[in-house]
């Protein structure tokens, strides 16, 4: 049988790269997957932000793992898990990434930065990175057994450190058996972007997660022929805080829920989304 880490080295075509998008639990897992994305993106904002606190390492790994379980549970697409740092050393990583190669999931992100971690896109965030050859350590590490495919994460764009920095991360990444790896840009425009995937040597594939610069199409990015994941990052967590606002503002607003009833999910919809019907084919075989 095909493992899940084999079924997304497949989908990770430069020429058409996969797209996965975000979630943060088991039910925006299940939505993405049934829009028909390419694989779920297992966000630590995401899970973060739904337990209302900041993307800062204050999660605990058994948390975010038990939410990664909940995600692979009800639906096929291959999921990447973020991992941020590895919560410590590679040590740490030795033992933690088997956890999740157990429960099913397809790829694990980890980046460059220090423990505890501080979220890329926040203004004024602390954003250290470790030594190149400590972070080939936990890669190293994070492949002791086969499992996930192991993504490594440079912040070094993020860190104001330049491209020749980044393209010298992503190499020695590379070598030291990473299967891919993620650059990642805070930058308005593309355009540091476009220039590292220009000058990168294609060795592995590169994953790009557009957030800041969301006027790079995915037609865009195939054509720079070296990316073979795009993630949307944190689309499914802004979509629902919307949502919700809305929702809770006309109710407020209007003094009833009638208004709001043709705008949101029936009832019904949601038992099906919580796979109702299964539950009641087996009420009706075993139930006495």
Request: glycine letters at 8%; proline letters at 4%; aromatic letters at 6%.
């Amino acid at each position: 049988m095909e493992t899940p880490a084999a079924r997304l080295r497949a989908r990770l075509d430069t020429a058409r790269p996969a797209i996965a998008m975000s979630a943060h639990n088991a039910l925006s897992a299940k939505l993405a997957a049934q829009a028909g994305f390419d694989a779920i993106w297992g966000s630590g904002f995401e899970l973060s932000a739904a337990h209302a606190v900041p993307d800062a390492s204050i999660l605990s790994w058994e948390t975010h793992l038990a939410a990664m379980r909940a995600m692979v549970e009800v639906q096929d697409a291959p999921l990447v898990a973020d991992i941020d740092t590895g919560s410590g050393n590679a040590v740490s990583v030795a033992y933690l990434v088997p956890r999740y190669a157990a429960i099913g999931v397809a790829a694990v992100v980890m980046e460059d930065k220090t423990f505890p971690k501080d979220s890329s896109l926040r203004e004024n965030a602390r954003q250290e990175l470790v030594r190149i050859t400590e972070f080939q350590g936990k890669i190293e590490a994070a492949r002791i057994e086969a499992g996930p495919l192991v993504i490594a994460r440079t912040e070094a764009l993020i860190a104001g450190l330049g491209q020749d920095e980044a393209l010298r991360r992503g190499e020695a990444y590379a070598e030291a058996g990473a299967d891919a790896v993620l650059i990642h840009s805070k930058q308005k425009a593309p355009d540091e972007i476009i220039a590292f995937c220009r000058a990168w040597s294609g060795r592995v594939p590169l994953v790009l997660v557009p957030t800041s610069y969301p006027q790079l199409s995915f037609a865009d990015v195939a054509a720079l022929g070296k990316v073979g994941l795009i993630i949307c990052g944190n689309h499914a967590i802004r979509a629902a805080v919307g949502a919700m606002r809305d929702t809770f503002a006309r109710i407020l607003a209007e003094g009833g829920i009638g208004g709001v009833e043709a705008h949101i999910a029936s009832v019904q919809d949601v038992f099906a989304l919580q796979g109702d019907d299964r539950m009641r084919a087996i009420e009706k075989r075993f139930l006495r």
